[in-house]
């Protein structure tokens, strides 16, 4: 079975310019999460989703982050306008329904850079 | 709310020697409980998880760990480090809130030197 496929898998931008990060997790998971893991640390939810709802957003910086799953399928992570306090590696991850819903399969991740 | 503690960040060992990574978790129940690695631009790997039964769990590559409750840790261990084994471990914690939400270590980023 395929894995959890993300793009692009690295940006650079300029402060102030906006971006996109797009997740396809594994068939037939139902629950989608992103994490921002910046330099030397582990990895912090930022958001997750079951099906096309979202579950807990309260870590998204929302007036700049916004993420999206209209279909219950793909994800979009998009920076508005970024700062270089984003700087990360962005990370998608997914987890089937059922008995192994605590188990998270991750993506290879977006390392972003901003200048 | 669950936290995790990795004491170590940074741990050097020879090849062949063998090898413990420290974890402390706090949480009111017993949470399921796992290590991940992380390699070079890649993504995290689950190497093992625990959640009841028998407190040592096996996992790839000759990994194991140990869950102590009244430690309220989850060590990493394993006989005979390689080479290969260099690269980043993350302990973590999940609990049910609405889904399973996790929350990672600082990670122990370890070097096996020749």
């Known amino acids: 079975e395929a894995g959890v496929t993300q793009s692009p898998r690295y940006a650079v931008l300029q402060e102030g310019q906006a971006v996109s990060f797009w997740c396809d997790p594994i068939s037939g998971h139902d629950t989608l999460y992103w994490y921002q893991q910046p330099r030397d640390q582990g990895p912090q939810l930022l958001v997750y989703?079951?099906?096309?709802?979202?579950?807990?957003n309260s870590q998204l910086p929302s007036d700049r982050f916004s993420a999206v799953r209209p279909k219950g399928t793909n994800s979009t992570l998009k920076i508005q306008s970024a700062k270089q306090g984003d700087t990360a590696t962005y990370l998608c991850?997914?987890?089937?329904?059922?008995?192994?819903?605590?188990?998270?399969?991750f993506g290879p991740g977006t390392r972003l850079t901003v200048l | 709310a669950q936290s995790v503690t990795q004491p170590d960040a940074r741990v050097t060992v020879s090849e062949g020697a063998s090898l413990q990574l420290r974890c402390k978790y706090s949480y009111s129940a017993t949470p399921y409980l796992f290590w991940y690695v992380q390699y070079p631009r890649q993504g995290l790997q689950m190497l093992l998880k625990?959640?009841?039964?028998?407190?040592v769990v096996q996992g790839v590559n000759g990994f194991e760990a140990e869950f102590s409750k009244s430690d309220s840790s989850f060590h990493l261990r394993k006989a005979s480090v390689h080479w290969s084994d260099s690269a980043v471990y993350f302990c973590?914690?999940?609990?049910?809130?609405?889904?399973?939400?996790?929350?990672f270590g600082s990670g122990t980023r370890l070097l096996v030197s020749p």
């Open positions: 989703f079951r099906d096309e709802a979202v579950i807990d």
């Open positions: 991850a997914s987890s089937p329904p059922g008995g192994r819903s605590y188990e998270q399969y």
């Open positions: 625990y959640y009841s039964g028998d407190p």
């Open positions: 973590a914690v999940s609990a049910y809130a609405g889904g399973y939400k996790v929350v």
